[in-house]
């Protein structure tokens, strides 16, 4: 099955800067999904990357506040933008394969 | 928009019993997909039922899929501390596997030696 790299793995960030989540992935896959999941709660997709369109993003998600690039079908990015601490969570990749969905080791933000 | 629910949220055993975890749709499902998030970890692939009244077995875990594709249970057998963890079901959110995954509530299991 795909394995994706994720990085960086935690990170504490003033409120109103920008962080930005990397994936690797070490095969070509049509889409990736990012989620959200808060603490001690289930994943959320906030959007899904396909590779030359723009990100389809889920209801409450807007691309102002997460925008995310897909250059190539290996690799996403996720930017959490203008961070308050109600986006402290952990940010998780994820990619289809035949064996199921993959998912990256997380990104566990606190906005301070 | 579609929902999964799952019950119970948590559930403490004593190493050695049963857990059975219910997972619950309000539309009918091409398919449903069962994770498993140890603590700190991320959501890892257990196993995909597809067809009605499917049910499949790994060693201590038993899955089932309902005869209208609307439920699904995962049952473990005689648990083990290393079952710890949150048990997620996950369905497709627009149909067809490679789509969007929306994920049920998840139920805690935690298990005392």
């Known amino acids: 099955s795909a394995v994706i790299s994720q990085k960086p793995s935690r990170d504490i960030c003033q409120r109103g800067t920008s962080l930005t989540i990397q994936c690797q992935v070490d095969?070509?896959?049509?889409?990736m999904f990012w989620y959200r999941q808060q603490p001690g709660q289930s994943l959320t997709l906030i959007a899904t990357?396909?590779?030359?369109?723009?990100?389809?993003?889920e209801s409450g998600f807007v691309i102002d506040k997460f925008p995310i690039s897909r250059p190539n079908l290996t690799f996403s990015t996720l930017t959490v933008s203008n961070m308050s601490p109600e986006d402290s969570s952990i940010y998780l990749c994820?990619?289809?394969?035949?064996?199921?969905?993959?998912f990256g080791s997380g990104t566990r933000l606190t906005v301070v | 928009g579609q929902q999964v629910m799952q019950i119970p949220q948590y559930q403490h055993v004593q190493e050695g019993e049963d857990f059975t975890t219910y997972c619950n749709s309000s539309?009918?499902?091409?398919?449903i997909q069962w994770y498993k998030q140890r603590p700190g970890g991320h959501p890892v692939f257990l196993i995909q039922?597809?067809?009605?009244?499917e049910v499949k077995k790994q060693k201590r875990l038993t899955f089932q899929f309902g005869e209208a594709k609307k439920n699904s249970s995962l049952h473990i057998t005689a648990t083990q501390t290393t079952d710890v963890g949150t048990y997620f079901c996950?369905?497709?959110?627009?149909?067809?596997?490679?789509?969007?995954?929306?994920f049920g509530t998840g139920t805690l299991l935690a298990v005392q030696p």
């Open positions: 996950a369905a497709p959110g627009g149909g067809g596997a490679t789509n969007k995954l929306i």
């Open positions: 990357a396909n590779q030359g369109s723009e990100a389809t993003y």
């Open positions: 539309t009918t499902l091409s398919n």
């Open positions: 994820s990619t289809w394969t035949v064996y199921g969905y993959t």
């Open positions: 039922l597809v067809k009605s009244g």
């Open positions: 095969s070509q896959v049509t889409m």
